[in-house]
């Protein structure tokens, strides 16, 4: 458990050559010189800063939505934000200090929009005014919380609020996606009109964004980072309500790189046509009972799981913050899962099975080199997911320092993989499944098919639980008889018993694209794991409305309606 | 200047409405939106229903069709700029009876959604079927707890929930998509924020322009059947700067200018304004700032109309305040109680004109003929003689008004409230410029005073003019009013000069103001900063 720096991880960076960034090397040239000319000129204040970086996120997005054969909406906007992290004090105590009630009131961090056209003046006087803001807030918070440092009681963990790092160069360009936005609107009516052929489906919608980003970033280290990213991302979602009130919204994403690599026509069109489907029998489908039992996870139902459950009290910052549960911070060493199973978080790999991985990132947001992090290693708990900010027994960031553009930076996964040595395939699953259920005599067991997201409680206030949402979950029986599909079945928890219950895995992982919320905003991540079976789990029943569905038939369908 | 007498006015007015009427038929038949909406209201109004539970007796739809476009620029380069097609529609779905209904207890009895940007009947159909379905569900549970909370109460005013109105029917001529030049429009936002570079003083300043073209509409089960799209303005251009004084003590000025995309444009004129803005703040950096002053204050120019606006047209509003658990009226405006008395002196008369286009041959942009209710704006008479003799109504009457007089405007999300179109003052003393600062100067004397403020914009902190006796002007920063009221309106002790024009935009709801200027008395000025920020680590790089 001996962590040191090591040299060659940085050596790596390529070079920064500034001839390859023609028009855009205006940006990180314009906020490197504003970078030193200002903290040299805060070197002269009373409280200087010994820190300062500037961030400067770049978005074009186009977007547009489709409903029931029309388009929504269609809109472009490219606009860039300004951050700026201004520390004062020290690598050990600065106004970022978190403190015992942790980070709430000081997410957000000085940001502004500055001007999308590669302006001097325009760009100068916004940083000028940021960085005078950001300078002025420093010191003010930071006087304070080094005064009640001195009449506090010492807290459980006083590692540094920061941590000094090497100096980064890299320069890459993203060309912006060529769109044919005309054609694509085009489409998504088309495959939005295929809803119109279900009666019963009341909410539908398709929704195509398309995302060149760049991020620019300098720090008073010498950092120098320029990198980039094209996303785009076709989502189908349908809702309707089942006589009872209770409301059911399916979705499907794809994500990927280029436009070419979303689905085409024929396989958007059988995945509305599957989605209407499911919809309807979940329409009609038995309501789910309070149950605990074996049940087995999908891939991308257990990637979710560990994504909220494992992955969420990883980050590192959680471990010192004295309001959270800290339910792993002193378990380093031992074993918390099974000995078959490894976790690791790994930005630097961007394919994962022939798909795209949406939590990949060649440098984190604090100008650290990202970095596979191995978190659990045979069953045992190895490492956490680090930002520059330490922890007991932990004194380097492994490139997880990651925000949305005007919060502040913390501790976040990228992708995390769940990888097996305790492998069978599907069917042999089905039959430990159904094994399973006869060796603890129950009435059947679960399958947790699809899955919408799910949300955790990592303090300590309210039980420390998760909530998976399940999309759709099937009764599984122990005689030879199909499958039903169950509705209103939300799947709960605290976090250390399913962990252990996990009996073993399949053999082809499966990959959760998404966005994950927290303290420093909505990332990309993605979560990739084989499918579990585990001995017990527990469902409770889903909150629902008691609203009626529609009382008049969708116009389309009334014979009367002219 | 000619001005038509005013009963001719209304009577050119009237020949203009029923001309829009008869001229639309054609047009209608090709409004697919129009179409889809007065279908399903047709289909609602027949078939919605829960058995054993109320129906709708009154069901409206109002939809606004937008199409905009907004750029952001600051000291000559673009901050972002985008364009869309948006579209809302707010249902006001009501069960129960005129009498009684679902209204006016604490839910808002308006439901805002989103519609398809795209004219496609299905689509159209689909989302309002489903919006009118929600609506209907609310609107129940709202009435059932209300008819609850009042087996036990009485209202004290037993006004009708919903008054009966004249039906209007009025449909303009469709208005088309957006048609301007982005990148020239854009250029203009520019070039107007360059000019913020010759001034180093300020800290930071934008320039904003914003551009629609609008189609509202609004349909209602009374037979309501309305769609305009004649804006009095299109587009604004807003300007704000911001600095700090010497003494640390924060700044700012704003300046809209709105106008139509077809007239010529006054760009110079514009770009006269913000050069004076610019220059006025640079040198209010250096000006003295007075920290406390009472006495007469003159208000000129835009300063008139912020007076009105801040401290006489909130209170105008005479529609019953919700029912609320809470039954007390201390949300009721506190000029209904002073209805027949006197507000003000008797030398001013106020009306608020909705259908008047132009003052002194100036475009107002308060302009409308239908209000968000769908009923027939009206003039309407405020104070007379410095007597209050009128408020403005909606449908959510009053005892003491028992009809809608045409002023229900909602800004996006809100709830219809009664607020101001065109309010015009007027003084019966028609005092000339020269005459107001003497009776200013004499008023001062009267109280003892070296100097008197005069104020011309009421932007936050205060910033005026310092007049000395022998007319000696100079630019003063100062704090905010402590203790003014509608009720100081009494204190009112001269009006005239020259009549100025004020334009706002509150929520998207555009009002004029013309008023003269107003000399009022015993006005208390104070500051309201026990600290200032320092001023930053370093120079603007605009100076370097």
């Not at chain 1, 009341?202 to 120098?224: D, I, P, Q």
């Not at chain 2, 509003?317 to 008395?341: F, G, I, M, W, Y």
């Not at chain 2, 009267?446 to 936050?460: A, F, H, P, T, V």
Request: aromatic share 10%.
């Amino acid at each position: 458990m001996i962590r040191k720096i090591s040299l060659s991880i940085f050596c790596s960076a390529l070079l920064w050559i500034p001839s390859l960034l023609c028009s855009s090397g205006f940006v990180i040239e314009t906020i490197q010189t504003e970078l030193q000319k200002n903290f040299q000129k805060l070197k002269k204040t009373e409280n200087p800063p010994y820190y300062l970086s500037y961030l400067i996120t770049e978005i074009e997005e186009d977007s547009i939505s489709a409903n029931y054969g029309a388009t929504e909406n269609s809109s472009h906007r490219k606009y860039r934000h300004l951050d700026t992290d201004l520390r004062v004090g020290t690598f050990g105590l600065d106004n970022t200090h978190l403190g015992r009630s942790g980070s709430h009131g000081n997410r957000r961090i000085e940001s502004a929009s500055i001007p999308v056209e590669n302006d001097p003046p325009a760009f100068k006087n916004t940083i000028w005014m940021e960085t005078d803001q950001a300078h002025k807030n420093a010191v003010e918070r930071f006087l304070k919380l080094e005064s009640q440092k001195k009449v506090k009681a010492e807290e459980d963990d006083p590692s540094p609020d920061f941590s000094p790092a090497p100096k980064q160069t890299f320069s890459t360009d993203v060309s912006s996606l060529t769109f044919e936005k005309n054609q694509w609107e085009e489409k998504l009516k088309r495959w939005s009109g295929i809803f119109k052929s279900y009666p019963e489906i009341y909410g539908s919608g398709l929704r195509l964004t398309a995302v060149r980003s760049m991020k620019y970033f300098v720090n008073s280290e010498g950092t120098l980072l320029q990198t980039g990213r094209n996303h785009v991302r076709l989502t189908i979602q349908a809702e309707t309500q089942a006589e009872d009130g209770m409301q059911f919204s399916l979705n499907k994403t794809f994500d990927g790189s280029t436009l070419e690599s979303l689905p085409d026509e024929a396989q958007v069109s059988d995945n509305i046509q599957a989605m209407a489907k499911n919809l309807l029998a979940l329409k009609s489908a038995p309501l789910a009972e309070p149950y605990s039992g074996p049940a087995i996870l999908s891939g991308r139902a257990a990637a979710v799981f560990f994504h909220e459950v494992l992955g969420h009290r990883l980050e590192g910052h959680r471990q010192k913050i004295e309001s959270e549960g800290q339910t792993f911070t002193k378990k380093v060493g031992e074993q918390i899962l099974p000995a078959f199973i490894s976790v690791v978080d790994d930005p630097t790999t961007d394919h994962l099975g022939g798909f795209e991985l949406n939590g990949s990132y060649l440098y984190d947001d604090e100008g650290i080199k990202a970095e596979r992090a191995v978190l659990i290693k045979k069953g045992i708990l190895n490492n956490f997911l680090m930002s520059r900010s330490l922890i007991k027994g932990f004194n380097r960031s492994n490139g997880h320092g990651r925000k949305q553009a005007g919060y502040r930076t913390v501790a976040r996964q990228g992708n995390l993989i769940v990888e097996s040595e305790k492998m069978a395939s599907e069917s042999e699953l089905r039959k430990k499944l159904k094994e399973e259920i006869r060796k603890k005599n129950k009435p059947y067991g679960l399958f947790f098919k699809e899955i919408e997201g799910g949300f955790t409680y990592t303090g300590r206030i309210l039980p420390n639980a998760f909530n998976v949402r399940p999309l759709l979950v099937y009764r599984v029986f122990a005689a030879e008889r199909p499958d039903q599909l169950v509705r209103g079945a939300d799947l709960i928890g605290t976090p250390l018993a399913p962990l252990s219950k996990i009996l073993v895995t399949g053999d082809k992982k499966e990959i959760f694209n998404g966005y994950c919320g927290a303290e420093s905003g909505s990332l990309p991540v993605s979560a990739a794991a084989p499918s579990i079976l585990v001995s017990e789990i527990e469902i409770q029943k889903k909150e629902k409305s008691d609203e009626r569905p529609p009382i008049l038939k969708p116009p389309l369908q009334d014979p009367s309606a002219k | 200047m000619i001005q038509f007498p005013r009963t001719i006015r209304i009577f050119l007015q009237m020949l203009f409405f029923f001309e829009a009427l008869s001229s639309s038929s054609f047009a209608l038949e090709t409004d697919i939106l129009m179409k889809a909406a007065l279908d399903e209201l047709q289909r609602s109004s027949q078939k919605l229903r829960i058995s054993g539970a109320v129906k709708p007796y009154f069901i409206a739809y109002g939809i606004d069709d937008f199409d905009y476009f907004e750029c952001r620029t600051m000291l000559g380069a673009k901050l972002y700029s985008y364009r869309d097609k948006m579209r809302f529609l707010r249902v006001n779905l009501r069960v129960g009876d005129y009498q009684f209904d679902n209204s006016g207890f604490g839910e808002p009895v308006i439901k805002w959604f989103n519609l398809p940007a795209e004219d496609d009947y299905d689509a159209l159909r689909h989302s309002i079927w489903l919006a009118t379905d929600h609506a209907y569900k609310r609107s129940l549970d709202t009435f059932s707890k209300k008819k609850a909370f009042f087996s036990n109460r009485i209202a004290v005013d037993k006004s009708d929930d919903f008054s009966h109105e004249e039906r209007v029917v009025l449909t303009e001529n469709k208005g088309g998509r957006l048609k301007i030049d982005e990148q020239e429009w854009e250029g203009r936002a520019r070039s107007l924020s360059a000019l913020f570079k010759n001034y180093p003083k300020i800290q930071s300043s934008e320039v904003i322009f914003r551009v629609l073209s609008a189609n509202h509409y609004l349909f209602t089960t009374e037979g309501a059947k309305i769609r305009t799209s004649q804006e009095p303005v299109d587009f604004g251009m807003h300007v704000h700067a911001k600095t700090q004084a010497q003494d640390g003590m924060a700044l700012k000025k704003d300046f809209d200018f709105y106008g139509k995309l077809s007239d010529p444009l006054q760009l110079n004129s514009i770009q006269n304004s913000v050069k004076a803005l610019a220059k006025e703040l640079s040198e209010l950096v250096d000006a003295p700032f007075i920290e406390n002053y009472l006495g007469p204050v003159l208000f000129e120019g835009q300063a008139a109309g912020e007076l009105w606006r801040k401290f006489f047209v909130k209170e105008l509003d005479s529609s019953r305040p919700q029912s609320d658990s809470d039954s007390n009226a201390s949300h009721e405006s506190s000029l209904v109680a002073q209805l027949k008395h006197k507000v003000m002196p008797d030398f001013l008369t106020i009306v608020d004109e909705p259908t008047l286009e132009r003052y002194n041959d100036q475009p107002l942009i308060g302009f409308y003929h239908v209000d968000d209710e769908g009923v027939r704006a009206q003039k309407v008479s405020l104070v007379e003689e410095g007597m209050l003799v009128g408020l403005l109504s909606t449908r959510r009457i009053r005892k003491e008004f028992p009809n809608s007089n045409g002023h229900a405007r909602f800004g996006l999300y809100q709830e219809p409230r009664a607020r101001i179109s065109n309010l015009i003052v007027e003084s019966s003393r028609h005092r000339s410029a020269q005459k107001m600062r003497e009776h200013f100067l004499e008023l001062c004397q009267e109280e003892g005073l070296e100097y008197g403020i005069i104020l011309r914009s009421l932007d936050q902190p205060l910033t005026g003019i310092r007049l000395w006796p022998d007319g000696r002007e100079e630019l003063v920063r100062l704090g905010n009013f402590s203790g003014l009221n509608v009720r100081s309106l009494k204190k009112i002790k001269d009006a005239g000069g020259e009549i100025s024009l004020y334009h706002y935009d509150a929520n998207g709801i555009l009002s004029s103001i013309a008023t003269p200027a107003i000399l009022l008395n015993d006005v208390l000025i104070k500051r309201t900063k026990l600290t200032n920020p320092k001023a930053p680590f370093a120079e603007n790089p605009l100076s370097e």
